[in-house]
């Protein structure tokens, strides 16, 4: 397995562990099958329940082994990937509401808790198809023509978490994963007020 696929299959377990820890309430105000639309995007609800995870094959960091038995409560996931339209929106807002900056093709928090971590590298290329088509030009974030609707890349844990909780979710991760962004522990999910 190539580095850049090992690279977008770790991002990808990282988002999936993200978005678990991430929930509009305790308990899902939505049932099985329903929708909730959110700022135009639609989640659905997840039961709680069981799963593995972990890596078997040795493609990722020695935190993520072994593989271990982790259950979760019920939580709503968006049914798209999140767009690159909708980051750059999300970005224009927290620019205008001075929660971000940029600097060198990197949008980094500016105060509060997130004060100078990354939220997105705009520049970085994992390949052709997969980079960053939101650019920053004359204070305002926007995407190249027909990549609109294509799912934003290059965001880190910060960046993700920092839209959620834009979109009115709460995420709740044990201390261990807070601090590295990385480990592949048992998360849960937290409440809504």
Known sequence: MNSSVRIHVFLSLLLL?????????????????E???ISGMTFVSIPSGTFR???????????????????????????????NAQYASYLNEALSSGII??????????????????YIDMYYPYDADNTCWIGYSSGVFGV???KENWPVVNVTWYGAKAFAQYLGF?????GSIEASNTRCNRFRVGRYS
């Open 17 to 33: 562990a993200f978005l678990l820890a991430c929930s509009n309430s305790e308990d899902s105000p939505i049932g099985p099958g």
């Open 35 to 37: 929708v909730n639309v």
């Open 53 to 83: 995870m972990g890596d078997e094959d040795g493609y990722l960091s020695d935190e993520c082994r072994p593989v271990h038995t982790v259950t979760v409560s019920s939580f709503e996931m968006s049914v798209y990937e999140v767009t």
């Open 101 to 118: 900056k940029v600097s060198e093709n990197v949008v980094l928090g500016k105060g509060g808790e997130y004060d100078d971590q990354p």
């Open 144 to 146: 190249s023509s027909g």
């Open 170 to 174: 709460v995420c709740v991760l044990p």
